[in-house]
């Protein structure tokens, strides 16, 4: 993988045609992002799929994306996907940006991991650590009542247009996708702790492979590519393989070689082969047509589209802070108070996306307004640079505390915490107001839902044990 790794980082700054000072700029953040590799790979001793996620993100978006769009530039004024207009000082400062983000962030994450009490895992009692199949059956149950209560719902996602509005509130929308649609999950996860006991009766042996099987069948129905963007399907999947085949993720390499390999070979290159010039034979004798590839065709074609705009968005919310200033932690509302619905507060913020999408159209003529925007830039808009510090800072803090989940003995919240590290690549991308509103979602429908059920029956439990002892005894 390092080779590969090096073998890319190599072709992209030998064919770069941008100026000297974009060249130096993209060169430092590489520095800075492959010791950080170094250190994930060959140091860290934790398990940390939250890292592998970073590196491979920053890499893909902040590093080749950008310098592959830059180089495919022509003309006199060339511009991004996004309408932006190229300008090389603000690729520097965009830069400059990212690699603050990268040291503070790197920094934190290395310090706050020296506190044990805070990467600690949870306490679970033998006791906790019982999964009731009546817990199980509930589950189920529950989850066949959401199907039948969602059904118009799936429905209109099923012949919904991809660009269309849903005609449900964002508020149904969200408790539906990101919160029911996770219980059937929340109720796998359940049934593998349940597998994992020395003693088990075949009746509810038999039971628990029955419910396990309809709630996947049911999680399927809920989570499949017609009804749910990629963005949401990958946590969920790639988890469900690390709750069957932990081996398969269980060792920082691991994962960092499966997330690389998946988001930064095998979906360009594909992109790369379908859209080359040069046959098989002509790739054979000669090789060096992948870095000519690296300028154009193919391999500017998987990177000149919104799905790799992240950083011209952080160019164009610096952009936007030039024009109107800087919101004071006025757009962090809309992320935090997701739920309230905008029927009832007028005035809530729309996500950093749309507020800079909006500002592409009315400036640069964009069509389009659903834009992603990185967490660099949602600490920037926010607060400035004080605010990427701050941003980098709690985002280690955040995932130095996931580490203690993620290597607890409840099953939930270990799945959760490697769950957040798939889903980092999104919340990375943001807007923030969707990847924070999303994995609340998540942890509502996974934990908080299936631990309130558990906590009721075990209160009917005890409640039925006292009216037991409280009856008088016969003579």
């Known amino acids: 993988m390092l080779f590969v790794y090096g073998f890319i980082t190599l072709a992209l700054f030998a064919t770069f045609d941008g100026e000297v000072e974009v060249w130096v700029s993209f060169l430092v953040n590489a520095i800075i992002l492959a010791g950080i590799t170094l250190y994930h790979i060959f140091i860290e001793r934790i398990y940390s799929p939250f890292l592998s996620a970073f590196i491979v993100f920053t890499f893909l978006f902040f590093i080749v994306a950008p310098m592959v769009q830059i180089n495919s530039f022509e003309g006199t004024n060339p511009a991004f996907e996004n309408h932006l207009p190229y300008s090389a000082p603000a690729t520097v400062y965009t830069n400059v940006l990212i690699g603050l983000f990268n040291i503070v962030f790197f920094s934190s994450y290395v310090f706050f991991k020296r506190w044990r009490w805070l990467r600690a895992s949870p306490l679970l009692s033998k006791q906790s650590q019982y999964v009731s199949p009546l817990l199980i059956v509930v589950l189920a149950v529950l989850t066949l009542l959401v199907f039948m209560a969602s059904l118009n719902f799936v429905q209109d996602e099923l012949t919904r247009p991809a660009w269309r509005r849903s005609v449900f509130p964002t508020v149904v929308f969200l408790i539906w996708k990101k919160v029911f649609f996770l219980v059937p999950f929340a109720g796998i996860i359940l049934c593998f702790q349940y597998f994992k006991r020395e003693k088990k009766k075949a009746v509810n042996y038999v039971t628990i492979i029955a419910m396990m099987i309809f709630m996947g069948v049911l999680l399927f129905w809920f989570k499949n590519p017609l009804v749910e963007k990629r963005n949401a399907l990958g946590p969920l999947y790639i988890s469900l393989i690390f709750l069957v085949v932990p081996k398969l993720f269980n060792t920082n390499i691991k994962s960092l070689f499966f997330l690389f390999f998946t988001m930064i070979v095998a979906f360009p290159l594909s992109a790369m082969f379908t859209h080359t010039e040069a046959n098989f034979e002509e790739i054979l004798e000669n090789p060096l047509v992948f870095f000519e590839e690296m300028k154009g065709g193919g391999i500017a074609s998987a990177f000149n ?122 919340l990375l991308r943001g807007d923030f107001t969707n990847g924070f509103s999303y994995y609340v979602g998540a942890l509502i429908g996974v934990i908080v839902i299936p631990k309130a059920i558990e906590a009721f029956l075990k209160h009917l439990l005890k409640r039925q044990q006292q009216w037991k002892h409280s009856r008088p005894q016969k003579a």
């Open 305 to 426: 589209t919104l799905n790799y705009d992240a950083f011209s968005n952080i160019m164009a919310t610096m952009d936007r802070v030039h024009y109107h200033g800087f919101e004071y932690g006025n757009q962090l509302l809309s992320a935090f108070l997701f739920f309230v619905p905008r029927g009832l507060w007028e005035d809530k913020p729309i996500s950093t996306g749309e507020l800079v999408g909006n500002h592409l159209i009315d400036r640069y003529e964009f069509t389009y307004s659903n834009l992603s925007n990185p967490l660099v830039s949602e600490g920037y808009i926010n607060f400035g640079i004080a605010g990427v510090v701050i941003g980098a800072f709690i985002l280690a803090l955040v995932l130095v505390r996931f580490l203690g989940w993620l290597h607890s003995k409840d099953m939930l919240k270990r799945l959760m915490a490697f769950y957040l590290a798939i889903h980092l690549i999104f």
